[in-house]
């Protein structure tokens, strides 16, 4: 099963795709979360050739955390795309679950105190057994860095997924973090379509996942001893 991903698109212009199995979408397809922003992205993932559509909110989609019931209304007329909040889906075998949550930022969508357990009772929905975990955050230390500074990504989630042990971690948020890393057990992926100049310049990221294997295609993982477990 050949995975395309991508995030932080916030628009779908001048984004080229690859052809592949799933199309995942870790969050931020828009600027601001309008609901003529969320119809223009939808209308375009949708029309994807990929058979199987993926994607999360992030803190910029504001329309899923402020009006849930009319994200639910617009995605039902969009049946190919698959919404995931804290929520799962099997494809072929493989077990995905998706969740838009990070640590507070600059008082965007779906943010909760980095501090306490709010986010700690998120991350513990995460299923034993998930094979490609969707998050919009990265977890805290890995691909989490804007130009090599302070840590962004969430602690709460680095130590669920000590237990969980995705075979694929995706997701974006830090435009500046894009790429892929590697531990013994887990490929993490930010695959931020925009720079930190929102430009669309980074190309998607691909996996082909097989029953004993998953494989980046394209791209090296980047080395650093402390991903490893």
Known sequence: MRLVLISDTHTHRGISLPEGDVLVHAGD???????????????WFA???HPHKIFIAGNHDWLFQRWPDVGSMMLAEYPTITYLQDSGIEIDGLRFWGSPW???????AFNLPRKGERLRQVWNQIPLGTDVLITHGPPHGILDTVRGQEHLGCEELRIRLATVKPRIHVFGHIHGG?????SSTTIY???????????PVHRPIVVEVSAG???VLGTEPIPRKEFLE
Not at 32 to 42: I, N, R
Not at 178 to 182: H, T
Not at 189 to 199: F, G, K, L, P, Q
């Open 47 to 49: 029309s994807q050739p």
């Open 102 to 108: 990070q640590p507070w930022f600059m008082d965007w």
């Open 213 to 215: 294997s998953a494989v």
């Open 189 to 199: 992926v930010n695959a931020s379509t925009c720079d930190e100049a929102y430009r």
């Open 29 to 43: 397809a828009t600027g601001t979360g309008t609901s003529e922003e969320v119809e223009d992205f939808l209308k």
């Open 178 to 182: 894009y790429g892929v890393a590697q």
